[in-house]
């Protein structure tokens, strides 16, 4: 990914291999094994903050979870759409439809999010955290077990050990 230099290319290989791990277990997770490429139950709720007024809601549009990190919310298509050069924000479909699209939102996001997490020896479960904050309120655990078993096949499928802190 051009954009992206240092995707999976900071720090020692096994570093490198567990983000990598790390981005792929938290794609299974969120998309069912790339089966949904939108949030399920998107209906129930617009994902609209107003009090973003630099990333004003289109009308009639709403900001769930698209692609396979679940983009959400009207400021982050906004912040995604200049990041990786598409107005998203005015045609927020998109990011479910147009798979480079797709592709480049997620790796937007997660290089704004996971901030050296593995180097730092935060672990997996700080990606957790950075992924969807929510979850690590104790009571989803079904949640983090899932994403926990994810990223350690991905790391036996890569050959290297999950690290430490897997949980949030």
Known sequence: M????????IGSVDESKREIAAF???IAHETGSLCFIEENGRQSKPYCDLTYSKWPCAANKHYYGRGPLKLTWNYNYGVAGRAIGFTVLKNPEVVA????????????????????LFISGK???????AINRAECDGKRTAQVSSR???????????????GPNLRC
């Open 24 to 26: 792929f277990a938290h």
């Open 148 to 162: 926990v078993k994810y990223y350690e096949d991905y790391c036996k499928q890569l050959r290297v050990s999950p």
């Open 97 to 116: 439809t147009n798979a480079l699209i797709s592709i480049k939102a997620s790796v937007w996001f997660w290089m704004e999010n996971w901030d050296g």
């Open 123 to 129: 672990g997996f479960g700080a990606t957790i955290r």
């Open 2 to 9: 051009a954009s992206y230099p240092t995707f999976g290319t």
